[in-house]
């Protein structure tokens, strides 16, 4: 288990070689994240990371995946 950051509606967890989005499921959350539950991303198949300031002293990470890798 890698570094965890914890979001509104889902967890991002960082392994050596992927990164792991578990989605919640709840009453607020939703229907696609409901749906989607947890995707596993190779970083292979990324081509940019960014993490910018949010509203309200929060982060944004913003993952853009390869042309062609979805």
């Known amino acids: 288990m890698g570094d965890v950051l914890a979001g509104i509606h889902a967890t991002w967890e960082f392994d050596t070689d992927s990164v792991l989005i578990r989605f919640e499921r709840g009453i607020r959350t939703p229907k696609l994240f409901q749906s989607l539950r947890e995707r596993r991303i190779p970083y292979a198949a990324l081509s ?15 993952a853009v995946p390869r042309a062609g890798a979805d």
């Not at 940019?48 to 913003?62: A, E, F, I, N």
């Open 48 to 62: 940019s990371v960014t993490l910018t300031p949010g509203k309200r002293g929060t982060v944004v990470l913003r």
